[in-house]
C-alpha cells in the first residue's frame, strides 16, 4: 500500500480555503504535496523579486566585463563588491565552509567551482558563474554561461542547448502538474540532441532559504515528484553534459564536480515563483 505523506494540514477549527480543497484532493490521492510554509507570501515573493534584481545586476555585470586573460578571482571580487554596494550579501560565502561569493566552473567543470587567482580564462572556453544573492533575508539564485571570444561549435550547441533545457522546464511547469513534469521535458530536450544530464545535483526550493524542499530533478517521469501550487519559489538549473552524465567530487577541494570522461557541461539557472499561470522568473 502506497503512504500518503500529509504536507498539506489544515488546522483543527480552522475553515478549509478553495486552495486546500484542491490540495487536499491531490494529497488524498497519494500525490506528494508542498507544506503551507513552501507557499510564499505576496510580500515575500516581493522580496525575492528585489532580491533578484540584485542578483541580475551581477550577471549582467560579469557579462560585461569577462573576458580571456581575467581570472575567476577577479570575476569574485566583481561579484563580492556588487553585491555588497547594493546592500546584499552572496549567499555562498561561508556557507558549508564555501570560501568565495559565487562559483565559477569552466569547461569540464559541471558546477561549484571555486574562484581562485591561478585560474585564467581562455579564448574557446565555457564558464558558468553562479551567483546567490541575500537582500533582506531573501534568497535569489541564478546562473549563466559566458562563451570567452568563439568557442567551438559544439560546445556552442551544448550552451545553447542547456539554455533551451531551462526554457522547455520552465514551460513544462504547470499550476497544479508536477516537478516531474519539469525533469521529464529537459531530459527529452537534452537527449534529442544528443546529450546528458547530470543526476547527481538538482534544483530546490529557494526564498526563504538557500535550499528548500522541493528537489527539482532535471530527468524523469511526468507526474512525479512534488505538487506545484502556486506561491512557490524554487530553482531549475539543468546541467548539461556532452558525454556520460557521471560526475565526480574533486577530492582535494571537496567542491568542484567535474565530469567523469572530462568532456564539456554546461548550466542554466533561474529563480521561479509557480503562479496561476505557469512559471514567472524572480531573476530576470
Ligand atoms: N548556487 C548553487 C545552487 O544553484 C549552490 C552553490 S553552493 C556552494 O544551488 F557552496 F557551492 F557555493
Ligand atoms: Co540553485
Ligand atoms: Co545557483
Redesign the pocket.
Known amino acids: 500500500m502506497r503512504r500518503i505523506k500529509h504536507n498539506w494540514v489544515v488546522t483543527k477549527g480552522e475553515e478549509y480555503t478553495e486552495l486546500d480543497r484542491k490540495v487536499l484532493s491531490f494529497q488524498d490521492q497519494g500525490y506528494l504535496c508542498p507544506t503551507k510554509s513552501l507557499i510564499l507570501t505576496p510580500e515575500q515573493i516581493e522580496g525575492v523579486r528585489k532580491s533578484g534584481i540584485i542578483n541580475t545586476g551581477i550577471l549582467d555585470l560579469v557579462g560585461r566585463e569577462i573576458h580571456a586573460g581575467m581570472t575567476t578571482e577577479e570575476i569574485d571580487k566583481l561579484v563580492y563588491d556588487y553585491t555588497i554596494q547594493h546592500g546584499a550579501t552572496p ?2 560565502l561561508g ?2 565552509g ?1 570560501p ?1 561569493s559565487c ?1 565559477t566552473s569552466i569547461n569540464e567543470v559541471v ?2 567551482g571555486i574562484p581562485n587567482d591561478l585560474e585564467e580564462l581562455h579564448e574557446g572556453d565555457i564558464i558558468n558563474v ?3 544573492t541575500i537582500l533582506n533575508g531573501y534568497y535569489a ?1 541564478a ?1 549563466r554561461m559566458y562563451v570567452i571570444g568563439k568557442t567551438t561549435p559544439k560546445k556552442q550547441k551544448l550552451v545553447d542547448v542547456t539554455k533551451e533545457c531551462l526554457e522547455i522546464g520552465m514551460e513544462a511547469a504547470k499550476p497544479f502538474g508536477f516537478v516531474g513534469d519539469i525533469g521529464y521535458a529537459i531530459e527529452k530536450h537534452a537527449h534529442k540532441n544528443g546529450f546528458s544530464v547530470v543526476r547527481d545535483l538538482c ?2 526550493g529557494v526564498g526563504l532559504k ?2 528548500e524542499e522541493p528537489d527539482v530533478l532535471h530527468y524523469g517521469k511526468r507526474k512525479t515528484g512534488m505538487l506545484l501550487v502556486p506561491g512557490m519559489v524554487f ?1 531549475i ?1 539543468p546541467m548539461i553534459n556532452m558525454g556520460t552524465w557521471e560526475v565526480f567530487i574533486d577530492s582535494e577541494d571537496g ?1 568542484t564536480v567535474v565530469t567523469e570522461d572530462e568532456l564539456p557541461s554546461a548550466q542554466w ?1 533561474h529563480t521561479f515563483v509557480m503562479t496561476d499561470h505557469g512559471l514567472e522568473i524572480l531573476t530576470h
Open positions: 549567499a555562498t556557507y558549508e564555501f568565495k562559483c558546477c561549484h553562479d551567483c546567490t539564485d546562473s534544483g530546490h538557500f535550499h530553482t538549473e567542491w539557472e
